[in-house]
């Protein structure tokens, strides 16, 4: 079998080698004469699967190593008879680490504690609803909608005014054109102008589920507007700049760029594939994943904890430093700095030496950590 894949798909040999001849492109420049003699295409998200790239190959199965599917025709691919497959919560856990490390420093600054305040969460599926049973666990007030859900009988949901009216507040619905519920620009300029400059507003689904030009107007506005991290952006790989300088935390779609996170969505394509051949073959994340992470000292604070373990500062100051050259730089630059990303360990993969403090080693283990006593 002849596989095309995306460059930036982790451990392709070990997970693939045994099911045929692999050759790799960057995501962005594979086009549909790449694949005149291709069976098996595997993606990540920066590659828009559809009739214009398959139509005319013998392209009969397309795998993306990523939850999103947004970039996926899965209608025509299902027309075709050509199989698709995603890795869905792949790297769930690596967003909820962000959006962890995130909170924690948006409350470092705001000079109150991560447990401070009720967080808001739109969208409650693999990532929603990891991102809410951590919170849950540190005892932190959430409210959460998820209208597809809602309807189909999840009750305890609410209204995306309540949600927009909390102390912070975690996107992560994915990009939805039409339909019942669409999500593009679901915050928008009403629910932008209604935000409050005490509140944190943290962006990690799709970059068109915010109105990115109604926000920036919003950042520009006397009172500076809400405390803000963005992940995604309208228009990636190129961003706003303006935007990108205004908000707190602007970051190249990283959130869920762990170590783990990238190898489960290889792993999880691997075995769907192998399903679809009737192989018995699984290849195993515990064969891929090196030893747990653990941290020299441990700091005093649960945010400190967090921020020791994955500071967003650092991914935020990488992309700063690249917004004032041209066009095109920026957008390699935003494209480079994610293919060439430095290992990020999930907390579930650092294995922390338990404190002396009980209250603070009982936090570590709500936010996700593995603690040695
Ligand atoms: N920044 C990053 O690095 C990453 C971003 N993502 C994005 O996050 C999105 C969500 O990921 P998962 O939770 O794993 O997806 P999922 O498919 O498990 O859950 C999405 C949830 O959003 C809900 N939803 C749909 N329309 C909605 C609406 N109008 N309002 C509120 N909720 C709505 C769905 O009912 C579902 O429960 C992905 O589709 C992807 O686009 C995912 C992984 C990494
Ligand atoms: O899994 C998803 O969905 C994501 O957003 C991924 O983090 C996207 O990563 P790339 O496929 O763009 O490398």
């Known amino acids: 079998m002849r596989i095309l894949a995306d460059e930036n798909i982790p451990a392709l040999p070990a997970c693939f080698g045994g099911s045929g001849e692999i050759r790799t492109l960057p995501g962005r420049s594979i086009r549909q004469a790449d694949l005149q003699d291709v069976d098996v295409l595997l993606v990540r998200s920066v590659t828009r699967v559809d009739a214009a790239l398959l139509e005319g190959t013998p392209v009969r199965w397309v795998g993306t190593a ?9 209608h025509w691919l299902e027309q ?20 962890l490390a995130v909170l924690a420093l948006a409350a470092v600054e705001q000079g109150k504690a991560l447990t401070d305040g ?6 409650f599926g693999n990532v929603g609803s990891r991102v809410h049973r951590r919170l849950q666990a540190l005892g932190i007030e959430t409210r959460v909608t998820d209208p ?34 669409p999500t593009e620009h679901l915050l928008d300029a009403g629910g932008i102008q209604a935000l409050r400059p ?7 689904g799709r970059g068109a589920v915010v109105d990115n030009a109604a926000l920036r107007e919003r ?5 500076g507007g809400p405390w803000t991290a963005l992940d995604v952006w309208e228009g990636e790989p190129l961003v706003d700049p303006q935007l990108a300088r205004m908000v707190r935390i602007a970051t190249p779609h990283i959130a869920g760029y762990s170590l783990e996170g990238k190898l489960r969505g290889t792993v999880m394509l691997a075995q769907a594939l192998n399903r679809w051949l009737a192989v018995e073959s699984e290849p195993a994340l515990e064969a891929l994943v090196p030893e747990p992470a653990t941290l020299d000292a441990l700091p005093a604070t649960l945010e400190e904890v967090l921020l020791a373990t994955y500071d967003p500062r650092r991914d935020a100051h990488q992309l700063r430093a690249t917004l004032d050259r041209s066009r095109s730089s920026r957008a390699s630059a935003f494209d480079r700095l994610r293919r060439d990303y430095p290992v990020r360990r999930e907390l579930g993969f650092h294995h922390l030496s338990a404190g002396s403090d009980p209250v603070l080693n009982r936090q570590l283990e709500a936010a996700g950590f593995t603690l040695i006593y």
């Open 66 to 74: 990523t939850i999103g599917t947004d970039h996926l025709d899965t």
């Open 148 to 181: 597809p859900l809602a309807r189909s009988g999840v009750t305890g949901l609410v209204g995306l005014d309540e949600v927009l009216a909390c102390d912070r507040i975690a996107l992560h619905a994915p990009l939805v054109r039409g339909g019942c519920w």
């Open 219 to 223: 950042l520009e506005a006397a009172d």
């Open 80 to 99: 075709q008879g050509i199989a698709w497959a995603s890795a869905p919560g792949c790297n769930a856990e690596a967003v909820a680490d962000y959006v």
């Open 198 to 204: 005490d509140q944190v507003l943290i962006s990690a």
């Open 118 to 123: 009720a967080v808001g969460i739109v969208g």
